[in-house]
């Protein structure tokens, strides 16, 4: 590893550790030249597939594009920043699961529904009225009847 200050090469490992998240190892690396100290991260790199969309182009899978997805379908319903995290990591984590290196962008988008009617049923609605592009109220009407029933059968499970 080359020194950041001097470019030298020669920059041993004075101390490794593993990280507070668990998730990366720390080393504290001193120069053999100019003798300054730094900090590097090993970190795991995990590579998500690539996004093919309805056209056929794809695109580089954008957490950033997925987060804004999921604010717009919850827009001022009481869903927590922390919940919304845990939706996208959990869309992430299934989608490196597939090990897939190529996902259909329907595939996202049934994951995020899955999500959105685990957090929230009318941001599940709101979300599914764009993405099936409902055609008329009747389709509307069954989304919400889905949604309905499965709070019945939830509620007779309770019971």
């Given at each position: 590893?080359?020194?950041p200050?001097?470019?030298?090469?020669?920059?041993?490992?004075?101390?490794?550790?593993?990280?507070?998240?668990?998730?990366?190892?720390?080393?504290r690396?001193r120069?053999?030249?100019?003798d300054?100290?730094?900090?590097?991260?090993?970190?795991?790199?995990?590579?998500?597939?690539?996004?093919?969309k309805?056209?056929?182009?794809?695109?580089?899978?954008?957490?950033?594009?997925?987060?804004?997805?999921?604010?717009?379908?919850?827009?001022?319903?009481?869903?927590?920043?922390?919940?919304?995290d845990?939706?996208?990591?959990?869309?992430?984590?299934?989608?490196?699961?597939?090990g897939?290196?190529?996902?259909?962008?329907?595939?996202?988008?049934?994951?995020?529904?899955?999500?959105?009617?685990?957090?929230?049923?009318?941001?599940?609605?709101?979300?599914?009225?764009?993405?099936?592009?409902?055609?008329?109220?009747?389709?509307?009407?069954?989304?919400?009847?889905?949604?309905?029933?499965?709070?019945?059968?939830?509620?007779?499970?309770?019971?």
């Amino acid at each position: 590893m080359k020194c950041p200050f001097c470019n030298h090469e020669d920059t041993p490992v004075l101390d490794t550790r593993l990280s507070e998240d668990g998730h990366s190892i720390r080393r504290r690396r001193r120069c053999g030249n100019c003798d300054k100290r730094f900090t590097t991260y090993e970190r795991i790199e995990l590579t998500l597939p690539v996004i093919v969309k309805k056209n056929g182009s794809r695109t580089e899978f954008d957490p950033a594009k997925l987060r804004g997805s999921l604010m717009l379908a919850l827009r001022k319903r009481p869903v927590s920043a922390e919940a919304v995290d845990v939706a996208i990591q959990s869309i992430q984590d299934k989608l490196l699961q597939s090990g897939e290196r190529e996902v259909m962008s329907g595939q996202i988008g049934e994951l995020v529904m899955r999500e959105l009617k685990r957090l929230d049923k009318i941001a599940y609605i709101r979300f599914a009225s764009v993405y099936k592009s409902f055609e008329d109220v009747a389709e509307f009407q069954d989304a919400i009847a889905e949604v309905g029933q499965e709070r019945k059968s939830v509620k007779r499970r309770d019971d």
